[in-house]
């Protein structure tokens, strides 16, 4: 759907089913250069099960209006202004990746309106490899091979979609690609790499979190996860074997069971 | 610093599958089964309601099938694709999947006859219309467009007079018209040609022919590019509206760049169910393992065939984009560096007669309707595979009645023009020939 924030057009899907305020909001929110379409195989399940979904596209990603915006600060403070948008008093959050890191920002800044947490490929801190910012801010595309080979373990290098028929990195990638490298992408890498705020926001936090972790995830691994998870007082860690960064779509089943236990417990309908 | 993604002749081998996920095994396993077990309720109802993904019915999915799905999907640089029961049935349930009744599409006239009867005859009759142009008439793609036009589709080089479609500027055409091309890729494989990377937005196959290429098993493919988006036009009201046939699901706004992909699956595999076996998946997926060498063989015999043939007494015409004064001479060079594959169409001196002639009496080549096998293969096209066609149509197509198809193999070369010279010899005395 189509709603708008602060004046700018923001598209959200919905998870095929009409948005609905009498039921319990969760927001997905996607990682770097990427947009609702990563969501489709957690979102799906909720949106038909009592829960009103949002898995937004982030200003200047997928079909939200641009220009995106440049601090992980700014980006947690728009899903709050989203929740205002939609006429909702709190939402669960989901993040995958940056998301987590916008998750951490919204759910600490407005404690009242994050009712839970879920954390995919999370970390307290993304620092990026100079190059690939580099190459991501010249637009170059290069930027995103490279993101999708380190995004993914095995299954993405060698297959086994979820989804029968569907190519893990050609997906990943053509998703960026269809965006824009340089205004979303490198825009986003910037704001990973600069925020330095995130082991500070997750003590702040104290509504339930689940920490959702890839053994072979190289973008933010284990020993990245389980610390920012220390930081969070009401927090868990469930580890994935052999599973990369991109655990929303290596691992669709076994991360949305997690999700679903995770949600119908601290977010019931 | 460079991805260390897997490479193509890694990918032939290696593409969609994990001995890890299988038991260990090391050859892809056979799934000979036709339905799939449910954890329980609730999973059942996600998998049907495509919450989640999975296996439910083998006409609609299979695990040896998706090996083969990933393995084409990540040679040609898709997003998805789907395997069908033969390269027809992937062509058929492609444009029937894009398009309704009273919708329009542009085709390339020089096709596989059985294509240009699909367009000609039988999408009519769903109330889908084609109007043909020639493959080298750029700019009469652009006039062909209508208002209801829902793609352009063509063959890259031409069945079977080998002419070439300007590909890059024809999907420039497409894509200002809001429209995607479709690309029927079979001659010349992702080793020779990936149509994504020059402007393409769907590519078909018939992986019966060069995929396979031992001539056993009947199979067909979609493949997804992930760039066309469906939701930047509003032609396509079956991708981009809600469909009650999944309770509102919006193909194009929940699946993206594999949108098409999922639809042609849920809807054409679930409504008409053209699915392949998953005996001839695995049987494809052995040939798709040697396609690399096979096709570099493929190619130089097939240059060696023009050499001998354009300089042969009896040889009225040689048709193939490697010689300097074909039309196609330097397209070919930018577009297929690789190689112009391995489909020479001539014209035998003394037309119809000889070329009969000439047919009945190559040995080792066989008079069969295939291409793309590893065997040389020979056939008269006005005879046969495209004998269904009226003379305007033939007309349109380039064909005349002379003319020879001709599927270099990977045979030894001296094996190949030894035999073609039997042939030729006899096709000088088709009058004693026939006596005999």
């Not at chain 1, 979190?209 to 973008?219: E, K, P, S, V």
């Not at chain 2, 149509?195 to 590519?203: Q, R, S, Y």
Request: proline share 5%; aromatic share 8%; net charge negative.
């Amino acid at each position: 759907m189509k709603f708008k924030v602060n004046n700018k057009e923001v598209f959200a899907s919905t998870g095929g089913r009409p948005f609905d305020k009498k039921k319990p909001l969760i927001i997905f929110i996607h990682g770097s250069g990427l947009s609702h379409i990563t969501w489709v195989l957690q979102t799906r399940y909720f949106a038909f099960h009592g829960y009103s979904i949002l898995a937004i596209d982030l200003p200047g990603h997928g079909y939200s209006e641009g220009p995106a915006l440049e601090s992980i600060e700014e980006q947690g403070k728009w899903i709050s202004d989203v929740i205002d948008s939609v006429e909702m008093k709190e939402a669960s959050l989901v993040g995958h990746s940056q998301g987590c890191l916008i998750v951490l920002e919204c759910a600490s800044q407005f404690p009242e309106k994050v009712k839970s947490i879920g954390l995919m490929g999370g970390a307290g801190a993304i620092p990026m490899n100079p190059e690939l910012l580099d190459l991501a801010e010249k637009g170059d595309s290069k930027a995103v091979d490279l993101m999708m080979d380190w995004a993914h373990g095995p299954a993405g290098h060698f297959g086994g979609h979820p989804v029968p028929g569907l190519h893990h990195m050609n997906l990943g990638g053509s998703i960026v690609v269809n965006g824009s490298v340089k205004n979303a992408l490198g825009v986003d890498f910037r704001a990973c790499d600069n925020y330095k705020n995130g082991f500070e926001a997750a003590k702040k936090i104290k509504c339930p979190a689940i920490n959702i972790l890839g053994d072979r995830d190289r973008m933010c691994p284990v020993k990245a996860g389980k610390k920012l998870a220390e930081n969070i007082e009401n927090s868990e860690v469930e580890i994935i074997e052999n599973c990369g960064h991109m655990i929303l779509l290596e691992e669709a089943g076994k991360s949305l069971e997690i999700l679903k236990k995770f949600i119908r417990k601290n977010h019931p309908v | 610093m460079d991805p260390k993604t897997y490479k193509f002749d890694t990918l032939s081998l290696h593409a969609g599958y994990m001995p890890s996920k299988n038991a260990g095994s090391r050859q892809v396993p056979i799934y000979q089964t036709t339905s799939y077990m449910f954890d329980d309720v609730d999973h059942a109802a996600a998998l049907f309601n495509l919450e989640r993904g999975g296996h439910i019915y083998s006409r609609i999915s299979n695990p040896t099938v998706q090996v083969l799905e990933e393995r084409v999907a990540a040679l040609e640089g898709g997003t998805a694709a789907l395997a069908t029961a033969s390269g027809m049935s992937a062509i058929f349930l492609t444009i029937m999947t894009l398009c309704n009744a009273g919708d329009h599409v542009v085709v390339s006239s020089q096709l596989y006859g059985g294509t240009v009867n699909l367009f000609r005859l039988t999408l009519p009759k769903f109330g889908i219309k084609a109007t043909f142009v020639k493959p080298r008439d750029t700019e009469g793609f652009k006039k062909a467009i209508q208002e209801n036009t829902k793609c352009i589709f063509g063959e890259l080089v031409g069945n079977p007079g080998n002419e070439l479609m300007n590909l890059p500027e024809i999907s420039n055409i497409a894509h200002k018209a809001g429209i995607p091309v479709i690309i029927d890729s079979t001659y010349q494989t992702p080793y020779l040609f990936k149509p994504l990377e020059h402007g393409a937005d769907f590519v078909v196959h018939s992986l019966t022919k060069w995929m396979a290429g031992h001539g056993s098993s009947m199979a067909g493919i979609l493949v997804e590019g992930g760039k066309f988006d469906f939701l930047k036009t509003d032609k396509f009201p079956t991708m981009t509206e809600p469909y009650e046939g999944y309770h509102g699901l919006s193909f194009a706004e929940e699946f993206g760049p594999v949108a098409f992909t999922m639809k042609a699956r849920a809807e054409g595999m679930r409504d008409m169910g053209p699915c392949l076996s998953p005996q001839n998946a695995w049987n494809v997926l052995q040939g798709i393992e040697t396609l690399s060498v096979r096709m570099e063989k493929h190619c130089s015999n097939a240059l060696k065939m023009v050499e001998y043939l354009s300089n042969h007494e009896s040889v009225a015409w040689v048709s193939h984009a490697s010689l300097k004064d074909n039309p196609d001479y330097e397209l070919a060079k930018k577009l297929l560096p690789k190689g112009t594959g391995s489909m020479i169409a001539f014209g035998i001196k003394g037309g119809k007669e000889a070329g009969a002639a000439f047919i009945d009496n190559v040995k080792l080549a066989s008079h069969l309707a295939n291409v793309g096998d590893t065997r040389t293969l020979v056939i008269h096209p006005a005879s046969a595979t495209h004998s269904q066609m009226d003379e305007a149509t033939l007309k349109l197509a380039n064909m005349s009645h002379d003319m020879i198809r001709l599927s270099v193999g990977i045979e030894d070369i001296e094996d190949i023009i030894n035999d073609f010279e039997d042939g030729f010899r006899a096709a000088k005395k088709p009058r004693l020939v026939s006596n005999k």
